[in-house]
């Protein structure tokens, strides 16, 4: 091998998330004899292998914390068409609701004034529903005779 030549020995100083190591450049071939007989090696695999779980004493004794992750929650669905999609039924559901009219619900305000106009019952905005009503009803009574 020639020299320089970058050697590297497990456990060092210089700290990493898993392991540790040293490194250092070997300029002469007697340099380089003397620190592969001391335990270096050419490559940090080979020296993190030699290492063992030495190569990472910084982590011996250390709690490994653990995030809390909160439950997946469904996507909420954000896009336009979706959303479009929901209004659709609701507005649908309101449809069929107005469509089907109650026969023993009380009359409309609008179905008072059509009324009322085609009886030639006098009223304005200020008189109320069960006023209207009972006028309407005394126009039917006179106009029937009863």
Request: aromatic letters at 4%.
């Amino acid at each position: 091998m020639t020299v320089p030549v970058r050697l590297f020995r497990a456990p060092g100083a210089i700290r990493r998330a898993r392991y540790c190591y040293d490194e250092m450049t070997a300029t002469t071939e007697a340099q380089l004899a003397s620190r592969l007989a001391a335990g270096w090696h050419y490559s940090l695999a080979e020296a993190l292998e030699a290492a063992g779980d030495r190569a990472a004493p910084h982590l011996a004794g250390r709690s490994v914390k653990r995030r809390r992750v909160a439950p997946a929650q469904p996507p909420q669905e954000r896009r336009a068409s979706v959303k479009r999609a929901k209004l659709v039924q609701v507005a649908e559901a309101v449809v069929a609701e107005v469509a089907e009219p109650d026969d023993n619900a009380p009359p409309t305000r609008e179905e008072l004034v059509a009324k009322a106009k085609e009886l030639n019952v006098s009223f304005n905005k200020r008189t109320a529903d069960n006023v209207l009503l009972e006028r309407i009803t005394n126009a039917l009574r006179l106009r029937d005779g009863l």
